[in-house]
Structure formats: C-alpha cells, structure tokens
C-alpha cells in the first residue's frame, strides 16, 4: 500500500502523521477556517489533498493524552488495527511525541488523490483496519424460514371476471364497427 495514493474506493486505511508545531498552534493548523473567503485550510494544504476533505474523518490527538495505551495501544483498542500488524512499528510509534493527525480513508470521500504531504505534517505510518469477513449463519427467528413455495399463490381469475373482460373488449370491438360504418356511410 502506498500511502500517498488514495484510491476512489479506499476502505478502511488509516494514515498517521506527526505535526510538528508548538501545541499552542495545533488548533488553528488543525481547524478548517470559518471564514466563507477562500482562506486555505492548513491542514488540508499541508496533507497535499487535491479535494475537499471531510474533517469528521480526521483526528488531532495529543499523544501525552493517550497515556499508557500509547498511539499504538490506540490504534488497536481504538480502531480495529490487529496488534501483529502494529507490532512492528511499535517502537516508531513509542517515539511518537507531541501531536498526531489521524487520517481515515473516508476523509477523502471516495475522491481518487495522490497525497503530498509537506512540513509541518510528517507522515508516520499508514494501516489497515481489520475487517471481520463477512459471515453467512443461519437467521434466528423461525419466521424468516420456508421456501418460496410455501408463499400463497396469487388467486386464480374467476369465471365471471373473466366473462366480463371478454364481455366488454366484445363491446369495444362492436362499437368501433358501428363507429366505422357511420364514417363510411357518410
């Protein structure tokens, strides 16, 4: 996986990148600009996005904060990255200091991009998120069971409905006959 390359149908990757600013500069490297001018959003400016983001998907963390569970602790507990694919960029994540910007794939809203990232983001690591395979048991409840023969069958036309539909198309045809013979007759 190249982490520069976001891909139109990327799931599931998680891009970390160290930001190193004075923590006092964090929020308003991290905030998108409130303005409705053409201010430019400095973390999306510095992550090389070609398009916009969507900054639900992304979060600033204060690595001190995590405490003991450390980034890496975080990324497992946290986001559903499996340990044996954390372990080993544990120490590089041990060594992680200050802020962290935590970027999901669906950041980039299924818009294909090659990121470029530029001081003061630096990029750390990228994974995956475990996906549980998809599973295909047996549904609970009783009622969700049968065939489709056991569904009821659509009721058989009456006689005398049919007799009707044949009665009036009878009707119609004769009514165009006469129509026709007044119109040649005349």
């Known amino acids: 996986m190249n982490p520069k390359n976001v891909t139109a149908n990327e799931r599931g990757v998680i891009r970390i990148y160290g930001i190193d600013l004075p923590a006092d500069q964090i929020q308003l490297f991290a905030g998108r600009p409130q303005t409705g001018g053409d201010d430019p959003w400095p973390l999306h400016a510095s992550l090389g996005a070609t398009a916009d983001l969507n900054e639900d998907s992304i979060e600033i963390i204060d690595v001190e904060a995590l405490g003991e569970i450390g980034l890496a602790g975080y990324l497992t507990l946290g986001n559903g990255v499996t340990a044996a694919d954390v372990e080993p960029y544990r120490e590089l994540l041990t060594g992680v200091q200050g802020h962290v910007a935590i970027v999901f794939s669906s950041a980039f809203k299924g818009v294909a991009q090659t990121l470029s990232p530029a001081p003061p983001l630096r990029f750390v690591a990228a994974f995956r998120e475990d996906a549980a395979p998809p599973t295909f048991e047996a549904l609970p409840d009783d009622s969700a069971k049968g065939t489709l023969s056991d569904a009821p069958r659509k009721k058989p036309v009456s006689d005398a409905a049919m007799s009707g539909r044949v009665a009036t198309i009878a ?14 007759a005349g």
């Open 171 to 184: 009707l119609l045809v004769m009514a165009l006959l006469v129509w026709l013979m007044i119109k040649i």
